[in-house]
């Protein structure tokens, strides 16, 4: 397979000539890792692929998590899911319906986190839809010195309950996501990420805090760690080059590596304008998160 790399921003890259329906050879599978280093931030452009499709690339990188929402798992692929606001005609929602909602890295509230997530665009909206990127190697970088070292040697307190998280709210759209939330608060414990961590592959650092997620800091009152987050989430938004904002084409097929950024999902559209993507994530190696 002959494919091309085109740079679209400091961290994005689309890939034209590559064709994820079938096993790819081993070559190009190394090409596409070494492209995936450079660029954390991979758009495949041009992909048919169903659920299945979808899984058979996704695991070439490694295993896939499980799901446990399976009322919005793909029949054909269980761990593929289903992220959309179509509805059936009963009503009932199709696949989630406010993923992404506010800056974050996958499952960052898990003990091992994600490590790749695979979104493939089945429908996109006829406005709105983009998905947002922050380069968190960039903003650690731009750290003045004082307040690397507030951070150095630091975990924070990541947590799944949006109830809990000041920074956030729940999504009126998604029926029951409210309680959900509430019963998270006790059933489900705060998991304690380094604040900076160290890439696996490239050995690049990059600050591993996100408002969907961290809701303190270990060993730090809230008196000094909410105003250090409000500001270590000011710097985050503070430069246009680190961010990268991804207009969806039909078929985009979008990887990138949880390990150096976060991103939100940017919304701007409402049913019946319908968007439907279909997800893939692979599991994190023991320790990749580690700082
Ligand atoms: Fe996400």
């Not at 004082?146 to 809990?164: D, F, S």
Request: glycine fraction near 6%; hydrophobic fraction near 40%.
């Amino acid at each position: 397979m002959s494919f091309v790399v085109n740079a679209l921003s400091d961290c994005a890259a689309e890939i034209l000539g590559f064709d994820a329906s079938r096993p790819t050879p081993a070559p190009d599978l190394a090409r596409l890792r070494e492209a995936f280093r450079v660029h954390p931030i991979l758009c495949l452009r041009d992909q048919s692929l169903d659920a299945r499709g979808l899984g058979a690339f996704a695991r070439q990188f490694g295993p896939l998590e499980r799901q446990d929402r399976s009322a919005y798992c793909h029949e054909d692929d269980n761990d593929i899911l289903i992220l959309s606001n179509d509805r059936r005609a009963d009503g009932s929602q199709v696949g989630i319906v406010d993923a992404g909602d506010f800056w974050h890295s996958d499952s960052s509230h898990m003990a091992e986190p994600t490590r790749i997530t695979m979104l493939h665009s089945v429908k996109n909206p006829a406005k709105g839809g983009d998905t947002l990127y922050i380069d968190m190697r960039a903003v650690y970088a731009a750290l003045p010195a004082a307040l690397e070292a507030r951070v150095a040697g630091r975990n924070a307190i990541h947590h799944v309950a949006k109830t809990l998280n000041p920074r956030v709210t729940v999504s009126a759209e998604r029926a029951g996501a409210a309680a959900y939330y509430k019963s998270r608060e006790k059933e489900t414990r705060p998991i304690a990420q380094p604040m900076v961590r160290t890439h696996p592959e490239t050995g690049a650092q990059a600050l591993y805090i996100s408002p969907r997620f961290t809701i303190g800091i270990e060993d730090m009152d809230d008196a000094q760690a909410q105003p250090l987050l409000d500001e270590l989430f000011r710097r985050m938004f503070s430069n246009p080059a680190w961010q990268y904002t991804h207009a969806w084409r039909d078929r985009d097929l979008v990887m990138w590596d949880n390990a150096c950024l976060v991103h939100m999902a940017g919304g701007g559209y409402d049913y019946p304008d319908v968007r439907r993507m279909h997800r893939a994530t692979v599991a994190g190696e023991p320790a990749y998160y580690r700082p």
